[in-house]
């Protein structure tokens, strides 16, 4: 949807941002070619991680090094196939990867309108851990447990949770009402997609209305609190970096 008068409810602020569909404007990214590539969140906003949402056309491909960053990645729509190393599968709306540090990566034959979100990092090392094997995995297969004890508000926790691994991708799903149970100040950062439903998100002192297909992104110690609203559940793909000292 765009807005006349030059209105938009995205908001770029200093420790969180909102962007919406209507400012969607696509970058040229290295490896990533037959895509229209949206980088929603990176360094350049002020975050240690980079988003980014790739809507592949008919013989599109993503074919990424092996180096020193990571990814986890979420299939929105669509189907692929998936290599991850050694590994390869062919996956669909739902599928979700993890492709270490080290391992080369690829997305091949797209079908159309594909659409899957990257979340990327540099790996950091934890003594005494080895580096996380690539996953690929199916999000329908990953039970929604209570947050906190409330049946309404459920949590999927996509990668294992465990001290090698230094980011977990996770979905969060709230039936119409259910809410964040208290406002969260936290170090992790976040990075969000909304992918159903809609809502208010409290980002710092603002309060946002939201809906499928907003990007947020959460400095560190952004406070954050979440309200499902509309008659059909609300729910949202996020990143958070995880398990890493505190200096
Ligand atoms: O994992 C989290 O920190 C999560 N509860 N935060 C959020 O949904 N904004
Ligand atoms: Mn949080």
């Known amino acids: 949807m765009s807005f ?24 040229s990214v290295p490896g990533i070619a037959g895509a229209a590539t949206i980088i929603l969140i990176n360094k350049a906003m002020g975050a240690r991680f980079a988003q980014l949402l790739v809507t592949f056309e008919p013989g599109g491909r993503a074919s990424l090094p092996a180096d020193e960053v990571e990814t986890a990645g979420y299939f929105e729509t669509g189907g692929a196939t998936l290599a991850i190393g050694k590994l390869k599968a062919k996956v669909q709306a739902g599928a979700f990867f993890f492709a270490p540090a080290g391992e080369a990566w690829s997305i091949t034959a797209p079908r159309k309108g594909t659409r899957v979100t990257l979340f990327q990092k540099k790996f950091v090392p934890l003594a005494g851990e080895k580096t996380p094997q690539a996953i690929v995995g199916d999000a329908a297969k990953v039970k929604g447990e209570p947050f906190l004890g409330d049946p309404d508000a459920r949590l999927q926790v996509l990668l294992p949770d465990v001290p090698a691994f230094d980011l977990a991708m996770n979905i969060f799903t709230y039936q119409p009402g259910a809410t964040l149970p208290f406002v969260e100040t936290h170090v992790m950062e976040h990075g969000l997609l909304m992918l159903a ?5 409290r980002l710092e002192d603002a309060w946002y209305p939201v809906a499928a297909g907003d990007a ?14 509309g008659k ?16």
């Open 197 to 201: 439903g809609q809502g208010v998100y």
């Open 4 to 27: 006349p008068y030059g209105q938009t409810r995205t908001r770029v602020a200093t420790r969180h941002a909102l962007l919406a569909p209507d400012g969607h404007v696509k970058s």
């Open 232 to 247: 059909t559940p609300a729910s949202y793909l996020y990143y958070k970096d995880v398990n890493r000292a505190a200096l």
């Open 216 to 229: 947020i992104w959460m400095a560190p110690f952004c406070p954050q609190w979440f309200v499902a609203m």
